[in-house]
């Protein structure tokens, strides 16, 4: 992989009535740092994450969106979408998020990540861009980014190259997991050899797998 960080993305405290958490405050409204961010087990330092029921943790420490999907929803919407603008702490250039395999791990500055899960979308999101029926359009499109843990704690900027460093041999990728859980559920079975998803997303497609019949 020859593809770099184009951005590292910091959430600022936003208080709006279609934030999710019940203080009324998310997050999701992230903006380019200056300089170079320290990345620990629960995230990157000054970053504000509202609904920590459902966003952060070791499992979710750090999220990353493709810049070319970014470019993709301007054209879409017919609007500027900027680095952060889908919540995400690290905006990539030339790195296939989608087709990255669950487990697989990047060196990016002096960090270890690895590829944990795709992002659901939420009502936050479509609150915050104002697209009531973003949750539908995002999924269809199926182009979700990715959740990654951190392995290694150390300091990312922008403009670090990624390098992809170990990649499981199972080829389960974030795109297939997430197309599993909300659009083709002939993929799940699929599911249950990507050993690196949380626990609980395997133990939701061993449930539908098991339904099915």
Known sequence: MTGRVASVNLGIVTEAEWAGDASGRSGIDKRPASGPVRVGAEGLAGDFIGERAHHGGPDKAVYAYAEEDAAWWAGELGRQIGPGAFGENLTTWAVDVTGAVIGEQWAIGTVVLQVTMPRTPCTTFAGFWGVPDLIKRFTVRARPGAYLRVLREGEIGAGDPVE???????????????????????LLPRLLDAHDLPEWIRDKARRRVAAAG
């Open 164 to 186: 992809v460093v170990d990649r499981p041999a199972h080829g389960v990728t974030i795109g297939e997991v997430f197309r599993a859980l909300n659009l083709e559920p002939e």
